[in-house]
């Protein structure tokens, strides 16, 4: 019997934009070019790459980037990743929608780049690629056996069909979709930006159809003109393939955990990814800086790691020491005391 593990690539992206390619990315306090701001990702980062190590231990990472990882809080990041064992792979972003078009995620279609930066990988290699703000709590087997399945993976986020969705709403997506295919189709799921996963294979395969979306979103002519976010292309291009594609809900979850919206629930913790867009600057901080006081260790009980992560990123709920640890930190940067 052939017991030799199948080759799987778990990843994420990020771009530094420069002074004048900076959009506002909200949930990280300001401008995508402002240094700040920046920091806070590469500590999302290296949170997210060590929770992977400290839980899948043989998982090959990777890191896609603009730039080589800097000097933050005065720690060596490349230093650090290369203590978790993170390829590094330096791919600069050329599917960028232009100046003005947008004001908020504005380099969010670099996935089509990563994934062009595959090119000699075999093609029966798994990948998937997550968001910078993205933990990792638990063995990734679940993940990669759904691309047993199906060629593609994502998560599915509930959304009403005329909810808009950063410019477009399900409906108007599936508009698109039918503009392109001559076929209107019901509106399509909305499909988020946190996971795509895919064996390269599959990608290779259908990646025409990805770039024919972005050349009308890049150019402003065609149907897609109005497409403005990865989550619009995986929707989208999703909605347009006759090819099975698994909604991820059983693996990851978009964990909102701000005072004002909280959608954790008992349960959560187990999934082995969970997305928490609200904890950039306060518990995946906090974590970096939990592990950066112990020499950013590589081998931790899985258990005991999910459980801190849990009461720093308030999984499945937030214990009273963080509720006044964020808070005071709201009201500072309110203030224009912290980012």
Known sequence: MNTKPFPSLLATG???????????????GGSSADPRVQAVYWRCLVALFASARITNPAQRLALFCNVAPPSIDGIALAAVLDRYGVEFRHVPLTARLPAGRTAAW????????????????????????????????????????????????????????DEPINGLSRREMGEIAGALSGNLPEPPPHFGGELFATRLGHWKSHRA?????????????????????????????????????????????????SPVHHTAREGDQVLPLWHL???????????????????????????????????????????????????????????????
Not at 14 to 28: L, N, Q, R
Not at 291 to 318: I, K, M, N, W
Request: proline share 6%; aromatic share 10%; glycine share 8%.
């Open 277 to 339: 867009p609200a904890e950039k600057r306060y518990g995946l901080g906090d974590l970096y800086r939990h592990l950066a006081r112990r020499g950013f260790p590589t081998e931790l009980d899985p258990d005991h790691f999910r459980t801190l992560a849990g009461q720093l990123c308030a999984v499945p709920r937030r214990g009273a020491a963080k509720l006044v640890r964020d808070g005071v930190r709201q009201v500072a940067a309110k203030l224009g005391l912290l980012l």
């Open 106 to 161: 504005g380099n969010v279609l670099y996935f089509f780049d990563v994934l062009n930066a595959l090119e000699d990988e075999p093609d029966d290699l798994r990948f998937a690629l997550v968001d910078s703000d993205v933990l990792v709590t638990a063995p990734l087997d679940p993940l990669w056996t759904l691309l047993d399945r199906n060629q593609f993976a994502g998560y599915v986020v509930d959304s009403t069909p």
């Open 14 to 28: 990020f771009i530094a934009d420069a002074a004048h390619e900076g959009t506002i990315f909200p949930s990280a």
């Open 209 to 257: 159809v990805f770039s024919q979306i972005l050349e009308q979103a890049m150019t402003g002519q065609g149907p897609a003109a109005g497409v403005l976010t990865e989550e619009h292309v995986f929707s989208i291009v999703f909605a347009l393939l006759q090819a099975p594609v698994a909604d991820a809900q059983d693996v990851i979850k978009r964990i909102w955990t």
